[in-house]
């Protein structure tokens, strides 16, 4: 059972919309991840490739979350007014659930992957988040990913505001995955690194990747009144 939560709204920057993600939506969202991703890292081209079954599997992870609904995900997307109200970033958040309950909807991982690094990255995610969080209800800001041109404009801001202040208001824990790219974003708000996995190389390919184990304590009104948002 999901716990109840405060409903509060976005506030992105001028010229820019942020709504609930659509099912019509889902391929924007894959292009979206490569656009943001990929680009960053040797990492992505290997673990997340860019072929036909990666963005069947990537469409079907984006797809099962809006299907599950607002008691288990919340996907929002972020529009471009001025481009036709182009999809140029979104967020996933795992709700609270009462009981702890870590499970998120998720596609057979595609035969072509290295099972090794595969495991090691989204099993190791989901390990060192148990053993992190436990059974304690948190939200987990599980993706915000913005298009690389689109970068600096705020927009990652802006969707983890929205968390920060539906956690806030329950008294709750965000905890999240970070790459070291994204630590600036996490610590801005005061998140705090409790776990680190190192994912083994592949000569030739990439050197090893690292993902960080985050975790923001809820704050109070008077210091959240404290915290430029």
């Not at 539906?166 to 998140?191: F, N, T």
């Amino acid at each position: 059972m999901h716990l109840s939560y405060p409903e509060q709204p976005h506030y992105p920057p001028p010229g820019f919309r942020v709504r609930e993600a659509e099912l019509a939506d889902v391929g924007s969202l894959t292009n979206i991840w490569y656009a943001a991703f990929n680009p960053t890292h040797k990492f992505f081209d290997f673990a997340i490739p860019d072929d036909a079954p990666t963005r069947k599997w990537l469409d079907e992870l984006w797809t099962m979350g809006i299907v599950a609904g607002p008691t288990v995900t919340r996907t929002f997307v972020v529009e471009k007014l001025s481009e036709g109200n182009k999809l140029v970033a979104f967020a996933r958040w795992h709700v609270p659930q009462a009981d702890g309950n870590q499970d998120i909807p998720m596609p057979p991982i595609p035969a072509s992957w290295d099972p090794e690094i595969t495991d090691a990255l989204w099993g190791g995610m989901e390990r060192m988040r148990a053993r992190v969080m436990g059974k304690r209800p948190h939200w987990m800001g599980e993706f915000i990913v913005i298009d690389q041109d689109y970068q600096k404009t705020g927009l990652a801001l802006t969707l983890f505001n929205w968390g920060c202040h539906q956690a806030d208001r329950a008294g709750l824990e965000i905890y999240g995955d970070a790459s070291m790219k994204g630590l600036p974003v996490w610590k801005h708000y005061g998140c705090e690194e409790r776990e680190t996995i190192r994912i083994p190389g592949r000569p030739g390919s990439f050197e090893t990747y690292v993902v960080v184990a985050m975790v923001r304590l809820p704050k109070t009104k008077a210091v959240r009144d404290t915290v430029k948002l």
